[in-house]
């Protein structure tokens, strides 16, 4: 019957509605995506839909509670990415309230504009990048001595999450009481696992949990926000917090308290979460690999060779030479797909390939079945940063998305996993506690024991 209502709505169109299956009236096959991701294999979803409706590329489904359209081929993913105007943003219900930034989700282009205008001068561009580097520098290398001095495995996933979280603190905040600190690092946690609930706001749901956690970080960041808006003497500029503090674009905007506090927020949920799992999966992907460890960390060793005596921190320019820690990169962002899809809503009709997209429909780009689709990359599931070497990724590669909503802290993200890589391959090795541990994709993939793991500081480096 379910069914039986969408085709009904659709029998005076052109074309009909992609193959597929819609499920339950509300839930749709939301369960059943909940299940393949919970037990580690994510891709057993979409590839139990392309074996049962062929590969078309494109299917309708039901997923957290809104009739959907799944897009897993290169270019209809491109083109639904790069059209704002026929596909606007469309995250499900938990995500956009759990979330709670209007600078993100606001359909206005003109507001858009102005945020990613704001957030890429920040983020983006060499002299912007280069004040970062000392503080990425310090965070990495403390933590890591840090943990090579404890002898009991720890929770690398969790312990990279410092890192990261410590980092984006940083840069936006400088030096704070980490007892505040310690606070908005768990509400971020909380937040961060509802992303993708059920709406369900009774409690004991992550979807109420999450909510709780947003409402309790406005709490504790406005007055931050407060107290450095008193602080700031003569246009001194310190943190990334100053310069959002007294931005102003060319026309005289600049943004309310209440949007600086979502910024913040949204920065650090994007950024933080992400840039762990990075850290983390290479390390777990170079450590299987042997051969490629090797050759990444021997780039490394010759990268210093040709660092000069007085320069005791990284630049751009030895970042920038680091072509083969690239290739690692690109190669687990690849295999990991920390964001299974990018949503998008249809604002009208769309015609594709013989198919209807109705209005109002979640369009779901899932760029993971891209990213591992044999058509694109021979043997996907294999870790082969070797790949990269001649690979054209246009139109098969969309780790921080495309177009206008293109992610402006890639370049950041991508810094601060060199930084960590380079330190730990010099120094450091990673001794896996489970190597065999099952991983769970839910929000995003992670070995379920957080991975369990020894870090044994390199006696014979100097």
């Not at 490629?292 to 007085?310: C, F, G, N, Y």
């Amino acid at each position: 019957m379910h069914e039986f209502y969408y085709n009904l709505k659709q029998r005076n169109k052109e074309f009909p509605l992609p193959p597929g299956d819609l499920g339950w009236p509300f839930i749709g096959n939301t369960l059943a995506f909940l299940k393949h991701f919970s037990s580690g294999h994510p891709d057993s979803f979409i590839s139990n839909i392309v074996s049962k409706y062929g590969r078309n590329g494109i299917y309708k489904t039901h997923l957290f509670g809104n009739p959907s359209v799944i897009v897993c081929e290169g270019e209809m993913c491109k083109r639904m990415l790069t059209d704002d105007e026929t596909f606007k943003i469309g995250y499900p219900k938990s995500t956009i309230e759990v979330v709670r930034c209007k600078c993100i989700w606001s359909f206005s282009k003109e507001e858009h504009r102005r945020f990613r205008r704001l957030i890429s001068s920040l983020t983006m561009g060499h002299n912007t990048l280069e004040t970062y580097l000392t503080r990425i520098e310090d965070n990495v290398i403390n933590s890591l001595e840090e943990l090579s001095s404890m002898n009991h495995p720890v929770e690398f996933l969790k312990e990279t999450k410092n890192i990261s979280f410590n980092i984006i603190i940083d840069i936006l905040l400088g030096s704070y009481n980490q007892h505040i600190i310690n606070k908005i690092g768990n509400s971020f946690t909380e937040m961060y696992s509802a992303l993708f609930s059920m709406p369900i706001n009774l409690p004991g749901f992550a979807f109420r949990k999450g909510l709780m956690a947003r409402e309790k970080l406005g709490k504790l960041v406005k007055p931050i926000v407060e107290e450095r808006r008193l602080m700031i003497k003569n246009g001194e500029r310190k943190d990334l917090l100053d310069v959002l503090l007294q931005a102003k674009d060319e026309d005289g905007w600049k943004p309310e308290d209440e949007d600086i506090i979502d910024i913040l927020i949204g920065i650090v949920l994007a950024g933080h979460e992400a840039t762990a799992s990075g850290m983390m999966w290479s390390m777990i992907y170079l450590t299987q690999n042997p051969h490629t460890l090797e050759k990444a960390k021997k780039e490394q060793e010759e990268i210093m060779k040709t660092r000069l005596p007085t320069q005791k921190h990284l630049s751009l320019k030895y970042i920038k030479k680091m072509n083969y820690l690239s290739q690692v990169i690109n190669e687990m962002m690849r295999l990991t797909s920390m964001n299974f899809a990018i949503f998008r809503e249809a604002t009208i009709d769309v015609n594709i390939n013989g198919y209807t997209i109705p209005k109002g429909w979640k369009v779901l780009t899932w760029i993971r079945a891209i990213h591992m689709d044999p058509t694109y990359y021979p043997n996907p599931n294999e870790f082969n940063p070797s790949r990269w070497d001649d690979h054209n990724k246009v139109g098969s590669f969309f780790p921080f998305g495309a177009g206008s909503r293109y992610c402006p802290g890639s370049d950041l993200a991508k810094i601060e996993i060199s930084i960590f890589l380079h330190y730990f391959l010099l120094n450091y090795k990673l001794e896996l506690v489970n190597p065999k541990c099952p991983i769970t994709s839910l929000p995003s993939p992670k070995p379920t024991d957080n991975c369990l793991a020894k870090v044994i500081k390199n006696s014979n480096i100097a």
